[in-house]
């Protein structure tokens, strides 16, 4: 267990700047999820605190010990990688066993603290099955194997879930959570998945292009969004966004508005927009009602199955409280 | 899975295949049957009679202790050209992996030796080496090193084994870089967060992942060694001094052609085509299993 700090993270690949200063205190402990879509330089932050990129400017603290010059090995952490980077010509055994074996360890030790992390991860049938003879999500918990072993005072995922089907990655999610949390090490977890990210983070940071726009707990994050950007990545479906001059009675000097598809209404007087119904999509316990409004834009309603399903071309209005609108100034900052 | 074509009658299959069957029937069946049917006769210089000797061309062979001593050089001839060609190789590709600016040109550059065939390599080391004329002989003579390979049987083997080893380095190289460029990266990254430094990574995952490539690397350059080499051995030593450089296959064309002696001459490219014939089935052997994963 640790405490990281990243101090003012910088770096650049030659001339191009992938990140601009990142900024944040990590307790005991604390599961971080670093989230944002492709290419906005969370694995690469990642890779920053694991030494496999070199830091261009400001620092990592692991524990108070200054880490920008140290080797990944030298660095007490353990990382699980996306493609789960087995060694393919050991077992599950030698594979988890590997970084103990590096380190001199005695075989005893080697053999108990496997075994404790193959029972840990139900992996005991398969310890002397070889990497290809296993499933995605068995390779999966080798990975997490290999890490645990090795007790260090920080984890690092870089997406371990991105490779596995749709309702393993739902399960795998739920044993990761439950596995820090009994576990208690520190941790860094990258998706670009933002319901992992609401699912397993303590405090998420949300990167968009190198910056990290917003850092808070997921729910905070959610009800109030720093920036156009986070309050659009974070929620599914995205929060509708539409210029506040298309609004009847603006109350706002803010450019442009957003509601979450939730938070609309659809009524039939006191409308604060109104438009015609585009599609609707049925989902079984709720409905998404696509709406196009008057500047050809489509708004998302989302609301309870058992509410009436208008039909197509049907004109309607959309209310919601004003509690609800998130105001954005033309930077995209929250007003 | 593999995706097989297949098709309805056999004439076509036949039509398509019956090149590649000419051609190995002309230039290898036949030569091969007429060598396994000439090491039972000796004919006469002229070739105008043979005479059926059974098996004694190799009762002759096997008790001739140049033909032994033929076969002990061909074994440290292609030990040799192996180990130096391949170990050079990969600590070259090595540097190459690890290299992320001007990695074209210095790949470039180590292919090109592959361009240049054996004999003409042979005749520039030759140049290199003369005893006379030669530059690295004139330097060797500066730091007081009599360089003569013409006299010494030791230096005769130690040029052949060079001017064999270097071409091959370029064709090794390729195939252990991109042996190399085939592990994955995060593989040798999770390995260097487990607390394993360069060379532990090397001996531990890097070798081993590596395994297919050299396997089939040792069997292509054995091959080469025991049978390409002749060009080279032709223009630096013609086998000598005192046959010190005289491997298997020169044998076969200096008792031949030289020698004259036809039937003893067959007799050997049989105990060679024995030879490749297990030496490949230890490849297929072996490529089967162990070696992949």
Not at chain 1, 217 to 239: C, D, M, R
Not at chain 2, 107 to 135: C, D, K, S
């Given at each position: 267990?640790?405490?990281?700090?990243?101090?003012?993270i910088?770096?650049?690949?030659?001339?191009?700047?992938?990140?601009?200063?990142?900024?944040i205190?990590?307790q005991?402990?604390?599961?971080?999820?670093?989230v944002?879509?492709?290419g906005?330089g969370k694995?690469?932050?990642?890779?920053?605190?694991?030494g496999l990129?070199t830091?261009?400017?400001?620092e990592?603290h692991?524990?108070?010990?200054?880490?920008n010059?140290?080797?990944?090995?030298?660095?007490?952490?353990?990382m699980v990688?996306?493609n789960?980077?087995l060694?393919?010509h050991?077992t599950?055994?030698?594979?988890?066993g590997?970084?103990?074996?590096?380190?001199g360890?005695?075989?005893?030790e080697?053999?108990?603290?496997v075994?404790t992390?193959?029972?840990?991860?139900?992996l005991e049938?398969?310890l002397?099955?070889?990497?290809?003879e296993?499933s995605?999500?068995q390779r999966?918990?080798?990975a997490?194997?290999?890490a645990i072993?090795r007790?260090?005072a920080?984890?690092l995922?870089?997406?371990p879930?991105?490779?596995?089907?749709?309702?393993?990655?739902?399960?795998?999610?739920l044993?990761?959570k439950?596995?820090q949390?009994?576990?208690?090490?520190?941790s860094?977890?990258?998706?670009?998945?933002q319901?992992?990210?609401?699912?397993?983070?303590?405090?998420m940071?949300?990167?968009?292009?190198?910056?990290?726009?917003?850092?808070?707990?997921?729910?905070?994050?959610?009800?109030?969004?720093?920036?156009?950007?986070?309050a659009g990545f974070i929620?599914?479906?995205p929060?509708?966004?539409?210029s506040?001059d298309?609004?009847?009675?603006?109350?706002?000097?803010?450019?442009?508005?957003?509601v979450?598809?939730?938070?609309?209404?659809?009524?039939?007087?006191?409308?604060?927009?109104?438009g015609?119904?585009?599609?609707?999509?049925a989902?079984?316990?709720?409905?998404?009602?696509h709406v196009?409004v008057?500047?050809?834009?489509v708004?998302?309603?989302r609301?309870?199955?058992?509410?009436?399903?208008?039909?197509?071309?049907?004109?309607?209005?959309l209310?919601w409280?004003?509690?609800?609108?998130?105001?954005?100034?033309e930077?995209?900052?929250?007003? | 899975m593999?995706?097989?074509?297949?098709?309805?009658?056999i004439?076509?299959?036949?039509?398509l295949?019956l090149?590649?069957?000419?051609?190995?029937?002309?230039?290898?069946?036949?030569?091969?049957?007429q060598a396994?049917?000439?090491?039972?006769?000796?004919?006469d210089p002229?070739?105008?009679?043979?005479q059926?000797?059974?098996l004694?061309?190799?009762?002759?062979?096997?008790s001739?202790?140049?033909?032994?001593?033929s076969?002990?050089?061909?074994?440290?001839?292609?030990?040799?050209?192996?180990?130096?060609?391949?170990g050079?190789?990969?600590?070259?590709a090595?540097?190459?992996?690890?290299l992320i600016?001007g990695s074209?040109?210095y790949?470039t550059?180590?292919?090109?030796?592959?361009?240049?065939?054996?004999?003409?390599?042979g005749?520039?080391?030759?140049?290199?080496?003369?005893t006379?004329?030669?530059?690295v002989?004139?330097y060797?003579?500066?730091?007081?090193?009599d360089?003569?390979h013409?006299?010494n049987?030791?230096?005769?083997?130690?040029?052949v084994?060079?001017?064999?080893?270097?071409g091959?380095?370029s064709?090794?190289f390729?195939?252990?870089?991109?042996?190399l460029?085939?592990i994955?990266?995060?593989?040798i990254?999770?390995?260097?967060i487990?607390?394993?430094?360069?060379?532990?990574?090397f001996r531990t995952?890097v070798?081993?992942?590596?395994?297919?490539?050299?396997?089939f690397l040792?069997?292509?350059?054995?091959v080469?060694a025991?049978?390409?080499?002749?060009?080279?051995?032709?223009t630096?030593t013609?086998g000598g001094?005192?046959?010190?450089?005289?491997i298997?296959?020169y044998?076969v064309?200096?008792?031949?052609?030289?020698g004259?002696d036809?039937?003893?001459?067959?007799a050997?490219s049989v105990?060679?085509?024995?030879?490749v014939?297990?030496?490949?089935?230890v490849?297929?052997?072996?490529i089967?299993?162990r070696?992949?994963?």
């Amino acid at each position: 267990m640790a405490t990281v700090s990243l101090k003012n993270i910088k770096k650049s690949f030659g001339k191009t700047d992938v990140i601009h200063g990142v900024d944040i205190d990590i307790q005991e402990g604390e599961f971080i999820v670093i989230v944002g879509p492709s290419g906005c330089g969370k694995s690469t932050l990642l890779r920053m605190v694991a030494g496999l990129e070199t830091i261009t400017a400001g620092e990592v603290h692991i524990d108070d010990r200054k880490v920008n010059d140290l080797e990944p090995m030298e660095r007490d952490i353990a990382m699980v990688f996306q493609n789960y980077a087995l060694y393919p010509h050991m077992t599950v055994a030698q594979n988890m066993g590997y970084g103990l074996k590096i380190a001199g360890r005695p075989k005893d030790e080697i053999a108990d603290r496997v075994d404790t992390a193959a029972k840990l991860l139900q992996l005991e049938p398969y310890l002397d099955r070889r990497p290809r003879e296993l499933s995605g999500g068995q390779r999966q918990r080798v990975a997490m194997g290999r890490a645990i072993v090795r007790k260090p005072a920080v984890f690092l995922f870089d997406e371990p879930l991105s490779n596995l089907d749709a309702k393993l990655r739902v399960q795998m999610r739920l044993e990761i959570k439950q596995l820090q949390r009994r576990l208690g090490v520190t941790s860094l977890y990258v998706t670009h998945d933002q319901v992992e990210a609401m699912t397993l983070a303590d405090r998420m940071i949300v990167m968009n292009a190198g910056r990290a726009d917003q850092i808070g707990a997921p729910l905070e994050i959610y009800a109030n969004p720093a920036t156009e950007f986070v309050a659009g990545f974070i929620g599914s479906p995205p929060t509708n966004f539409f210029s506040a001059d298309l609004v009847q009675t603006p109350q706002t000097d803010a450019k442009t508005l957003g509601v979450r598809p939730e938070h609309m209404e659809i009524v039939t007087e006191n409308a604060r927009l109104s438009g015609e119904v585009l599609y609707c999509e049925a989902l079984g316990a709720e409905t998404l009602v696509h709406v196009r409004v008057p500047n050809e834009q489509v708004l998302t309603v989302r609301q309870s199955a058992e509410k009436p399903q208008p039909s197509e071309g049907t004109p309607i209005g959309l209310n919601w409280s004003a509690n609800d609108q998130m105001g954005f100034d033309e930077n995209g900052k929250r007003r | 899975m593999e995706k097989r074509v297949t098709f309805k009658g056999i004439w076509l299959p036949l039509l398509l295949v019956l090149p590649q069957i000419a051609i190995t029937a002309v230039f290898f069946f036949y030569p091969a049957g007429q060598a396994i049917w000439q090491s039972l006769f000796i004919p006469d210089p002229f070739g105008l009679s043979m005479q059926y000797v059974g098996l004694g061309n190799f009762e002759f062979l096997f008790s001739d202790p140049f033909y032994r001593a033929s076969f002990l050089t061909t074994a440290i001839f292609s030990i040799l050209v192996t180990v130096v060609s391949m170990g050079i190789a990969l600590y070259l590709a090595v540097l190459a992996d690890r290299l992320i600016k001007g990695s074209g040109v210095y790949r470039t550059l180590l292919i090109w030796p592959y361009a240049v065939a054996p004999a003409v390599a042979g005749v520039l080391w030759l140049f290199m080496f003369n005893t006379r004329v030669g530059v690295v002989t004139w330097y060797l003579g500066l730091l007081g090193y009599d360089w003569n390979h013409v006299l010494n049987g030791e230096e005769a083997m130690g040029l052949v084994v060079v001017a064999s080893a270097w071409g091959r380095i370029s064709y090794n190289f390729l195939f252990f870089l991109a042996g190399l460029q085939a592990i994955p990266k995060s593989v040798i990254e999770a390995a260097a967060i487990d607390g394993a430094h360069f060379w532990t990574r090397f001996r531990t995952i890097v070798f081993p992942l590596l395994s297919p490539t050299t396997f089939f690397l040792l069997v292509v350059n054995i091959v080469y060694a025991f049978f390409e080499t002749f060009g080279v051995i032709h223009t630096i030593t013609s086998g000598g001094p005192q046959q010190s450089t005289t491997i298997l296959v020169y044998k076969v064309y200096s008792d031949g052609f030289v020698g004259q002696d036809l039937g003893s001459s067959a007799a050997q490219s049989v105990v060679l085509l024995v030879i490749v014939g297990l030496l490949t089935i230890v490849q297929f052997k072996f490529i089967e299993r162990r070696v992949h994963y």
